[in-house]
Structures are given as structure tokens and as C-alpha cells.
């Protein structure tokens, strides 16, 4: 009895030794990034405080997207040319993440940020990052300027 015990474990260890190992775990893992093409801003586009700033963006993936994110952060070096009792700016930041529903292979991103009247006159970076559906993410990013460059 005990050897009867024995051969059937032995069967049912190799049975679940073969499962796993079969053809029709063929599956690859998706390790590729998704790709993103920032078309608006462009590098170094000037932006009015109070105005609008456009974001258009294409992102690519050779499976599925499932999200992205939008970022804007400070780039300034801290270099100023006005005293900070007479400056009311403030730093602007942006971030904001967003679901893609059906997890397409493409993405178009459109839409637009309202620049605050009061935003602090700098570089800034706007970053766009995306995940696809194998948690692989890649991000780009473009510099922009928020009011006017002043060349010295």
C-alpha cells in the first residue's frame, strides 16, 4: 500500500512537472517600453501666465496602455532679477494622472492647462510618462518657459 502511495505521488509530481513546462505556456514577456512623442509644447516654447498651454502627445505601445501622467516642475537655477519683497509669483506645479480605458495600442493626449495669472516667470520641465499593461513605463520631457525669456 505504501509503495501504491508512493508511485502515485510520484505520477502527480511529474503530471504537475509537465504542465508547467508545456508549449502552451508560450507567452512572452512584454519588457518593451511604450513610446512618446511630445508634438506640443515644443523645447523652449514660451508660455503667457494666464494663458493656456496645450499639451498634445502621441503614446505607442506594441501590447496595451494603461495610464499616464503629466508633470510640470520648476527647472530654474534660482538665478532672479527682482527683489522677493515686490514679487507675488509663485512656483507653479502640475501633475495629474490619467486612466487610458480599452487599453489601445495608441493613445492620443489633448488638452489643455490654465497657467495661473501669478505663476513665477522660469524654466520649467513637462514631463509626460506612461505604463503599459506589463507595468513598463518611459517618460520625455520638453523645457518650457513660463512669460518671457529675457536675453541679457
Do not use: W
Not at 512618446?36 to 506594441?62: C, F, M, R, W, Y
Amino acid at each position: 500500500m505504501k509503495n501504491i502511495k508512493t508511485q502515485l505521488f510520484s505520477l502527480l509530481f511529474v503530471s504537475i512537472a509537465f504542465v508547467s513546462c508545456s508549449d502552451s505556456d508560450s507567452s512572452e514577456l512584454d519588457t518593451q517600453k511604450p513610446t512618446i512623442a511630445i508634438q506640443s509644447p515644443t523645447d523652449h516654447q514660451e508660455v503667457e501666465p494666464g494663458s493656456n498651454l496645450n499639451i498634445k502627445a502621441l503614446l505607442q505601445d506594441e501590447t496595451a496602455l494603461t495610464s499616464y501622467k503629466v508633470e510640470i516642475h520648476s527647472a530654474g537655477d534660482g538665478h532672479e532679477h527682482r527683489t522677493a519683497a515686490l514679487d507675488n509669483s509663485i512656483p507653479f506645479t502640475y501633475e495629474n494622472v490619467f486612466q487610458i480605458e480599452g487599453n489601445p495600442k495608441s493613445h492620443q493626449i489633448d488638452y489643455s492647462i490654465l497657467i495661473p495669472e501669478n505663476a513665477k516667470e522660469d524654466h520649467y520641465h513637462l514631463g509626460v510618462f506612461c505604463i503599459d499593461a506589463a507595468g513598463n513605463q518611459s517618460q520625455q520631457f520638453v523645457e518650457i518657459f513660463i512669460g518671457h525669456e529675457h536675453n541679457h
